[in-house]
């Protein structure tokens, strides 16, 4: 997919994606941080007010807790009229601001001995001091948690916030302590004192309680009852536990349950006043065991940091698609003139190098390969054309060397059998050229009536120079091969021939033999060439002796000389050149006599046709595909029966 | 019954009329009590009345909200209502003292009374309140506890339990009385857990004593047990209605209550309302509903005799007059 893609797209693609890694984890990495600082110094300023609040509620519940017990040390050690007791209450009802109502409320019958209830009450209803007696069949004080708690604890308890009915009339706490005397050596409770606070001061303190825009406090009692609360209908009618069951939220139950056993904390928690997420700090009543609980809205919390993050997060949009449009500007760049180019290039590729590349703006890459191609085109413009001429030339030279070719094979003879008229011998030649030109010669043809003058020739060098000089070599001999000349006479001729004017110092190796067709006689002379070999009737294959001679057109005035021998029928004599011999194959090695000796033996019955195409074949698989180096040039002659 | 009321019920009346004008005219003018505030404990006959359900069966019917100041008893015997609820044990007492009320149906099956103790005070098991203290309410409510102290002879202090269970909070009692339906609930909601607290239910122990039911003066009934009948099986219909329709059931308790002034709490309503529903149709499918069995009626009677709060045990025949028939359930 992506290697179909261009560079501005990849570009784009890997760099965007790159830049918006590196800003998410950037950003991601100072949210979390400046949040976590953030909730670390709400936490101590949380906890801080939690404590400045809590104390500041205790020291007045400390202080109204003093009132009872002292008045309870105070019964236990005297006793007291029921006016004096009357006007004690009265006075701490009249002179203490913090304490609304207060009672000292006998065990039944134990004041009095005639009156079960004795429970002298004063409090601050509707801002005057009242007076009454508490007690009776609808105000059965024993069994209220004001008096009983305390009893059967024997030890002094704040109660529930309460609405007393037929009592202070409204909604109040208690803090009762039992006080004793001793009855017949065991120490009794002989009642209970009371002071009551008004909650409405409490609930003031807390709703005074502001946090940032929607922050509250609220206060729960000691069995979660929920005592100030921003939401009124939840006061006294619901605890913080029912509130969890209504909102199914297990985790408030908790939270509650550890509030209510005196922990303190700092948790995240649902607000149920507007539902967002919200920090909640929380703290015991040392005095009460009621907690208080402050909640920090989170969104507020955070107003500062998400305005910034807003900041960052538009300020990276804008960086980003500013990237986006500089890195599509570059890419544009870059790859408008490599476009350009390759269609350039394209049309080039077809041929059309007329075509200009396109100009060059920049001194960068794309301007320099834009350059390169601009040279390219005109280099490969002023090659081909070059190329063209020297094609025309060689094309030329080539059709000159295959007539050349044509010429030089045509001076050859080449009908076999040459002559159908003369059943005493047979004979074949062939000559197979390096190049289009060689300088191998052979040549046959009858001097008189009997005598058959055949030649085989190698000249010195290849090509064009050789073949000339080949051509010469052929047509001295056939000149100086006259009637009744023994061989040496006709090789000193056309050695002082070729010798007298030869600048270029070329010379031809030469065999050349004359055979008596009636006889067998073959009286030949050897000019540097290689011996041919005689392949007897029983098969020996033997080289010819040789006569001394050197290569012809050296030395002017070598006196070459002459051997004879003689051919029974059915022997052949076998004529070459060095091509044969010196045939190498990829290895270096030489086709070499011992090889051609062999093959001859092998081929001696065959006919001479086929067996030069034998010795032909063996050299083609020999050379195993090696170019031809030299001209191959053999000769068989054959005596028949 | 304010004039919004009167209006509505002209206007039901005229809407009644136009259906079936016979049908108005047999309606009943009946007024019931409930023996207690209009919590979910009475939410099926305030849901019957406000569905329509006393209509269709031919009664047109007044609550008289319940509460200390209304004890039903006296309403029923100077017959300023026809019908109320009662305890089972408070009937029998009532009936003994001559007053010759009769049982028509008895609603709940099962004993909602219990004893619930702190796991943390060391009470696993009933032996396990030797020597603790136990906070009992008045004497009906006394009872069962008792014959169940005596039943596992435990030496216990009793302590009179108020109506709050701060007592029991606080540790200033062991084990406390509770009702399932409402004590037990406001102790959960006071922040303990179920697995915190030991839990004895009476009916377990066999000292289930049925407790709501519905009252009538037998000469009401002799007069009319068509009518009888027909306010059994409205309300019958009712609590079937509630039981299905929690939420519709609430909305009512909740609107009486707010109506009555009480503060409430629909958690704790809907708790009512589930353990009603258990207490009206335990999972013991033999026992048929509104059906008042001998042996529930005798052991009750037999309790309140041994702890003299009635002298002579009535008549079961004379005391429960059924008013199910057979196939009805």
Known sequence: MMKDKGIAFKLILSILSICTLVFAVVFGYNYLISRKIIIRNVEVNAKNLAKATVNRIDMVLRSVEKVPETLASYLENSSHTDHELIDMLSAVVKNDAEIYGATIAFEPYAFNKDSLY??????????????????????????????????????????????????????????????????????????????????????????????????????????????????????????????????????????GRKMINGKSGFVPIKSIVNNKNSWMVYAPLSTSGWSLGALFPQDELMTDITSLNRIVVLLGLAGFFFLLVVIIWIAGSITRPLRALARTTEDMAAGNLDIAVPPVKSRDEVGKLTDSFGYMRSSLKQHIKELTKTTAAK?????????????????????????????????????????????????????????????????????????????????????????????????????????????????????????????????????????????????????????GGMALGVNEDFPYQSNRMVLQTGETLFLYTDGVTEAMNKNQELFSEERLIEELAFLKDKPIQEMVSGVMEKIKVFSQGMSQSDDITMMILRLKD | MGKDTTIICAVLLLFIASESWAEQTALKKVSFIPQWVPQAQFAGYYLAYEKGIYKKYGIDLTIIPGGPDNPPSDLIEKGKAKFATLWLSTGIQIRAQGIEIVNIGQMLQRSALMLVAKKSSGIRTPKDMNGKKVGLWGPVFQIQPKAFIEKFNLDVRVVRQSYSVNLFLRDGVDVASAMWYNEYHTILNSGLNPDELTTFFFHEYGLNFPEDGIYTLDENFKKDPELCRAFLRASIEGWMYGFAHPDEALDTVMKNLKKEHIPATRVHQKWMLDRMEDLMLPGDASIPIGRLLPEDYYRVAEGLKENGLIEETPDFSSFYQNCMTHDER
Not at chain 1, 163 to 178: F, H, K, N, R, W
Not at chain 1, 480 to 506: I, Y
């Open chain 1, 395 to 547: 094309e030329r030279i080539e059709g000159e060397l295959k007539i050349a070719h044509d010429i030089q094979m045509g001076i050859l003879p080449k009908v076999f059998p040459p002559f159908p008229h003369r059943p005493e011998f047979d004979i074949y030649a062939t000559l197979m050229p390096a190049k289009e030109v060689g300088g191998d010669l052979y040549n046959f043809f009858f001097m008189d009536e009997d005598h058959l003058c055949f030649t085989v020739g190698d000249v010195s060098g290849k090509g064009v120079p050789a073949s000339l000089f080949m051509a010469i070599s052929m047509t001295l001999i056939k000149t100086k091969a006259t009637k009744g000349l023994p061989p040496e006479r006709v090789l000193n001729s056309v050695n002082q021939d070729l010798s007298l004017d030869n600048p270029s110092l070329m010379f031809v190796t030469l065999f050349l033999g004359i055979l008596d067709i009636r006889t067998g006689e073959v009286s030949y002379c050897n000019g540097g060439h290689n011996p041919p070999f005689v392949i007897r009737a029983n098969g020996d294959v033997e080289a010819v002796r040789t006569t």
């Open chain 1, 118 to 255: 004795f429970a002298p009450y004063f409090c601050k209803r509707g801002g005057e001091i009242k007076f009454t007696y508490l007690g009776g069949e609808s105000y059965k004080y024993f069994y209220m948690d004001w008096y009983q708690i305390p009893k059967e604890l024997k030890h002094p308890v704040w109660s529930e916030p309460y609405y007393d009915v037929g009592g202070g009339e409204i909604l109040m706490a208690t803090y009762s302590v039992p006080f004793y005397r001793r009855v017949s050596g065991k120490r009794q409770v002989m009642g209970v004192v009371t002071a009551d606070i008004s909650l409405t001061w409490l609930q003031e303190i807390i709703s005074s309680i502001r946090i940032l825009e929607t922050g509250y406090g609220f206060l729960i009692s000691k069995n979660g009852t929920i005592v100030t609360h921003p939401f009124g209908q939840l006061i006294m009618n619901e605890t913080m536990f029912s509130v969890a069951e209504a909102r199914g939220d297990r985790r408030l139950r908790e939270i």
